[in-house]
C-alpha cells in the first residue's frame, strides 16, 4: 500500500511534555476528518506520551517512523 502524502507538516522536535501534545492537538483541529498530519517528536517522553494521547482523541496512527533521535508519526485525522 503507498503512503499518504501529509497534508499539514508540524516539527515538535524540542518542544517539552505536554506542549508538543497541545501543539498537535490544535494543529489537527484545524484540519478536516481524513486529513493526514505528520510530526516529527522527540523520543523519550514525547513519543512515549503522544501517540497515546493522539489515539484517546479519537485519531489514527497510521504510521511510525525511527529517525536518530526523533520520530515521524503519520496522523489520520478521526
Do not use: Q, W
Request: charged residues 35%.
Amino acid at each position: 500500500m503507498e503512503e499518504k502524502k501529509p497534508d499539514v507538516y508540524l516539527d515538535l522536535r524540542g518542544v517539552v511534555c505536554p506542549i508538543n501534545f497541545v501543539k498537535t492537538k490544535l494543529k489537527l483541529e484545524e484540519m478536516n476528518a481524513g486529513e493526514i498530519l505528520e510530526i516529527i517528536i522527540d523520543e523519550g517522553e514525547p513519543m512515549a506520551n503522544v501517540p497515546l494521547s493522539i489515539k484517546e482523541e479519537g485519531h489514527k496512527i497510521i504510521k511510525v517512523e525511527k529517525l536518530d533521535n526523533h520520530f515521524r508519526l503519520l496522523i489520520e485525522k478521526g
